[in-house]
């Protein structure tokens, strides 16, 4: 049995540690007896130091990225030593918004996956088609592409360390959410993929998040999907309330 995961990905907000503990000590309150739901918020750097007492929770913390190196000449990045401390267990790594803002390749994410793994850090890796590539049928091929890159030369013990998200490019941010069945049907080829790669056992075990335009009224259903075991929240993760929702939504489909 896959235990639901809801990852809030604050992306470029609520970076001041202020804005942060906020919205925390509400959050808390409403989640706290979430037991059946691995809860894991992903502020921005600069407010990651403030927020150590989470650790006295439930919600666990994770960074939006790394660097795969541990140090060095690297002007404006942040090496996973650095996270650890913090009380980091987890990371996002390949977010659209990385790959298409920031140019970056499966190449480099692979890199960056293997040195979570090798760094203690739980890696959260996306993956998922832009508007072009479904309309043209071709949303099986990216990701088969994206899959088989992201994830080079890792040992099924280490896939099993790894969350996946599917996160449809064209429904993060813009409201428009993959139908269940839309997401279901991405999430079984996944699946079909680890399998195929590893075995039935790791693709059983593995955690597949849905991300994209999550929200208290969709979440319910999409989270009921067999394939689907949490998701990853942008915009709705900014606010308790909201939040709250969807994390109640995950934990009340939990058998
Ligand atoms: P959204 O973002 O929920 O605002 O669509 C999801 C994500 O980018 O992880």
């Given at each position: ?166 996160e449809p490019i064209w429904a993060i941010g813009t409201g428009e959410t993959a ?29 597949i998040q849905y991300g994209g335009s999550i929200k208290p009224d969709n979440a319910k259903e999409l989270f009921s999907q067999d394939n689907i075991d949490g998701g ?24």
């Open positions: 049995m896959r235990k639901m995961v809801i990852g809030g990905n604050w992306k470029m907000h609520l970076g001041t540690s202020e804005e942060a503990n906020t919205m925390l000590n509400q959050l808390i309150p409403l989640v706290k007896e979430v037991k059946k739901v691995d809860i894991i918020i992903f502020p921005p750097f600069t407010a990651l130091y403030s927020l150590s007492f989470l650790k006295n929770t439930n919600i666990k913390l994770g960074a939006q990225n790394m660097y795969f190196k541990d140090e060095g000449a690297f002007t404006g990045e942040i090496s996973p030593q650095f996270l650890k401390p913090l009380g980091c267990d987890h990371v996002i790594l390949g977010h659209s918004e990385r790959r298409t803002i920031f140019k970056e390749t499966d190449e480099l994410i692979n890199n960056k996956v293997k040195k979570a793994l090798h760094s203690s850090l739980k890696p959260i890796v996306c993956i998922g088609e832009n508007l072009e590539e479904r309309k043209k049928g071709k949303t099986m091929d990216v990701i088969k592409f994206q899959f088989q890159n992201t994830f080079k030369g890792l040992s099924k013990e280490e896939m099993r360390n790894i969350i996946i998200a599917y139908t269940p069945e839309q997401a279901e049907e991405v999430h079984v080829s996944i699946r079909e993929l680890l399998s195929k790669k590893y075995d039935k056992d790791t693709s059983e075990a593995v955690r990853l929240v942008g915009g709705a993760s900014l606010e308790a309330e909201s939040f709250s929702k969807i994390i109640i939504a995950a934990q009340m489909i939990s058998k």
